[in-house]
């Protein structure tokens, strides 16, 4: 609705009726209601258009192309203009259909707004060349019909229906490969959807982190699948990065690290991916993006991946498999209901509390995802009192790759320091600032009667009593070790003992 013979060339002229055969000089009786509930629709197809009203022709009108649906009707953007200023008369069954709902424009569901835009698409050609002596219209009349406004829709109706988002990031990337060829997608119509994107991260920066988060989720996956999903989301992040639309907001979105970080995660392993089949690989993909052949690349000599053999997977099969803790950061702060919400997309969780595993009461969100047959990575946040906050990664089955460990400890003190949070601890720590100790108000003195009765007199076979392993680094065996020697045990501690300590203590 709403599109008039004076929208086109005189070729098409008389596929319409003139909008001054519609124009009425008495309003309806309930304009008002009608009108808000034309400005209520759904918006599934966006045009960037800039076009004198063809009334008068001095007011220029912005987006008038775009199609507005209530899951029934579809009309253009700027028939409020023309209702609103000109009274332009609306179909009578569509009318009745209005005042039977009462003037109130549903909540749509997905496949509604799926079907509504395939149909925006189908129909944009003709309702989208604009005035005449305008040869730029034409070129958008071109465009092809595209679910990417659907997804787009949904997702600005709901921020966190992260599948729309990942189906219209993956829409956008192939539409780019193929602009401008035959039967795809005009260079303006790219444009658009540029555009529409920047709008909508530009407001909501969260969901790019998300989308990052399930790319490098998928990227520690094992099946073939799943790395054609993380090159895929690499290359339109790539895109999204380089883009100069997007320089007001990319850091906020991606993080200042972005790309390297995932560019090392997927240099760890990439050499231990199957082959992708030629079919996969999208025709036209930039050459730089070297992960699409990344399993022809060398590697390591070792067939299997890291944390993986024989004997472990054998075992690992016919054990009972349980949900243990893998890496878990510990922080304080005051969070709003907002800043939650945030933190659990930028995690990529859904907010489910876990049920099963250790600290499964304090939990609040997460997500699960296989990275192999033989083994499935959890990733929690938790609560502990008014503004504890713990991030967790689990495992079940086999123990993940120390790469994986990495990459959350470096996304989990992202975060705490994006929050603004105080770092506690990260267990197992890899920095000083990482581990958490207590020190005494005043050193106590040693019982009388304290004896040493613990079974070592070095200091290496002293590192796994406090928590530590022999290849800890060297600054979080300090902290540690400058715990104990502050408690009462420590003066009865064997002289040798003592000494190396006070050596290791000392050196640079």
Request: proline residues 8%; glycine residues 6%.
């Amino acid at each position: 609705m709403g599109t008039f013979r004076e929208m086109f060339h005189a070729s098409r002229a008389d596929e319409f009726p003139s909008i001054h055969d519609k124009i009425s000089f008495t309003p309806l009786p309930d304009k008002a209601e009608v009108l808000s509930y034309l400005r209520s629709g759904t918006e599934v197809f966006s045009m960037l258009s800039s076009d004198y009203e063809i009334v008068g022709r001095t007011r220029r009108l912005l987006g008038g192309d775009s199609v507005i649906t209530d899951g029934q009707h579809l009309w253009r953007d700027d028939l409020v203009f023309y209702f609103d200023t000109h009274n332009v008369e609306l179909p009578s069954g569509f009318l009745e259909f209005i005042r039977q709902r009462s003037y109130t424009v549903p909540d749509l569901e997905y496949d509604v707004l799926v079907e509504m835009a395939e149909r925006a698409g189908e129909l944009i050609s003709p309702s989208a060349t604009g005035p005449e002596n305008s040869p730029e219209r034409d070129s958008l009349a071109k465009a092809p019909a595209s679910p990417f406004w659907g997804r787009m829709a949904q997702v600005r109706r709901n921020p966190r229906d992260h599948n729309s988002f990942q189906d219209a990031m993956e829409i956008l990337f192939f539409a780019i490969l193929t602009q401008g060829e035959p039967g795809h997608h005009s260079r303006e119509a790219v444009q658009r959807m540029w555009r529409e994107l920047h709008a909508f991260i530009h407001v909501n920066p969260q969901v790019m982190s998300s989308f990052l988060a399930w790319a490098e989720n998928y990227t520690s996956g094992e099946y073939r699948d799943y790395w054609y999903r993380a090159c895929y989301a690499r290359s339109i992040l790539d895109m999204v990065w380089e883009n100069p639309l997007f320089a007001d907001c990319r850091e906020v979105a991606l993080a200042p690290d972005y790309p390297e970080d995932i560019e090392d995660l997927m240099e760890q392993t990439a050499w231990g991916k199957e082959p992708l089949p030629a079919g996969w690989v999208p025709e036209r993909v930039p050459a730089s993006h070297w992960w699409w052949w990344a399993p022809e690349r060398t590697g390591p000599n070792d067939p299997l991946r890291a944390g993986t053999d024989l004997a472990t997977k054998s075992s690992a099969n016919s054990a009972r498999r349980l949900l243990l803790p893998f890496l878990q950061a510990l922080s304080r702060g005051t969070l709003t209901p907002a800043q939650v919400n945030e933190l659990i997309v930028r995690l990529g969780l859904e907010p489910i509390a876990r049920t099963i595993g250790p600290g499964r009461s304090g939990s609040i969100a997460h997500c699960s995802f296989a990275v192999s047959e033989d083994s499935t990575l959890t990733v929690d946040l938790g609560r502990v009192g008014p503004d504890g906050w713990v991030m967790t990664l689990l495992f079940e089955g086999m123990m993940p790759a120390p790469g994986i460990a990495s990459r959350y400890r470096a996304r989990f003190r992202q975060l705490i320091e994006y929050f603004g949070l105080s770092l506690i601890e990260i267990d197992p720590p890899m920095q000083a600032d990482e581990v958490h100790t207590v020190e005494p108000a005043t050193p106590e003195p040693a019982p009388i009667g304290l004896s040493w009765e613990l079974p070592y007199h070095r200091l290496a076979d002293m590192w796994m009593h406090i928590g530590l392993t022999d290849d800890a680094p060297d600054e979080v065996k300090k902290v540690k070790l400058r715990e104990v020697t502050r408690t009462p045990i420590w003066q009865v501690a064997p002289q040798t003992l003592r000494d190396e300590a006070t050596a290791f203590l000392t050196e640079d």
